[in-house]
């Protein structure tokens, strides 16, 4: 066996923090997508914008591909496409992140003029500022100015320096269509799962089976920005909920629950609204075995 590719090492140890990755090509863009993908004949990946049945284990549909399943970053496919990719990038949505891209140095100064302080990053010839919260992406929202969210991926440069604050209203309104509310303070925990194995001391699942279909069930709800989030909130939180049916619990299922209410509000469901959906999604759930 040949050894780890580096950038793996890199995509693992961010995948770990729950920070959604992918391999980019020499140009710094994604790769392809396989025969099967091409023209999205596969329908498209299921958090893309109009939801797909694509599972193909290339790496294909560019940030839609993004995870932080361990085990699809380490499969044949993705390791050979490692093997030839120049650096790795990640999907600021899907993190629960918000980069505002500044080309050059003109934007840089636009910005320590104009925007909050938060963690930055050095690029080649500008910076990444990264808040905490997601928004709609848009390019150049201002001369040399991106900004990369949901639906998008940014080059992964380091960690950088610098305190990460919450995504400001400044921010917000650089992509001008507004039909969501801005998300409530305090509530992004999307870097730090809640859910805990040893307070879910009657679930039958293992760790993996329950994180991976919480992730999966958050970034449908991400994907809903312009509509619906509040019912594919409900929806997630009744197919988890589901899926305990026949443990004994308690499964920590609260903890679940605040994820999913956390993701809602993210993308603009007043939070009252949120937690109704997931306690209605909970409550119609099959019944637990007795
Ligand atoms: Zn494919
Ligand atoms: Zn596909
Ligand atoms: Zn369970």
């Known amino acids: 066996?040949?050894?780890?590719?580096?950038?793996?090492?890199?995509?693992l140890s961010l995948a770990a923090h729950a920070v959604p990755v992918l391999p980019l090509r020499a140009g710094k863009v994604p790769f392809g997508n396989c025969p099967g993908c091409t023209g999205n004949a596969c329908g498209g990946r299921p958090n893309m914008k109009s939801a797909g049945p694509c599972r193909c284990?290339?790496?294909?549909?560019?940030?839609?591909?993004?995870t932080t399943d361990r085990r699809v970053l380490?499969?044949?496919?993705?390791?050979?496409?490692?093997?030839r990719a120049v650096t790795v990038a990640y999907h600021?949505?899907?993190?629960?992140?918000?980069?505002?891209?500044l080309d050059n140095a003109a934007a840089v100064a636009w910005a320590r003029e104009t925007l909050p302080a938060t963690h930055t990053v050095p690029t080649t010839r500008g910076e990444h500022w990264i808040y905490q919260g997601v928004m709609r992406s848009a390019n150049a929202v201002r001369s040399?100015?991106?900004?990369?969210?949901?639906?998008?991926y940014a080059r992964w440069l380091g960690?950088?320096?610098?305190?990460?604050t919450v995504l400001p209203d400044a921010v917000r309104a650089l992509v001008v269509k507004e039909d969501t509310i801005p998300g409530r303070e305090g509530v992004v925990s999307s870097l730090s799962p809640p859910w805990d194995r040893s307070t879910a001391t009657g679930c039958r699942h293992t760790e993996r089976f329950v994180r991976t279909g919480l992730e999966r069930g958050l970034i449908l709800v991400r994907a809903r920005t312009e509509s619906g989030a509040g019912s594919q909130a409900f929806g997630v939180a009744?197919?988890?909920?589901?899926?305990h049916a026949q443990c004994p619990g308690p499964c920590g299922l609260e903890a679940i629950g605040e994820e999913i209410v956390a993701a809602a509000v993210l993308v603009g469901v007043p939070e009252p609204y949120a937690r109704r959906a997931v306690t209605n999604g909970f409550e119609t759930a099959p019944?637990?075995?007795a």
């Open 1 to 11: 066996m040949s050894a780890v590719p580096a950038l793996l090492d890199t995509a």
């Open 57 to 66: 284990p290339g790496v294909c549909h560019a940030w839609a591909a993004a």
């Open 74 to 83: 380490t499969s044949p496919p993705w390791v050979s496409a490692w093997r």
């Open 92 to 101: 600021p949505g899907g993190a629960g992140l918000t980069v505002v891209d």
């Open 144 to 152: 040399g100015v991106d900004v990369k969210s949901l639906m998008q």
């Open 159 to 164: 960690s950088g320096t610098g305190r990460m």
């Open 238 to 243: 009744r197919f988890l909920a589901a899926q």
């Open 287 to 289: 019944e637990r075995a």
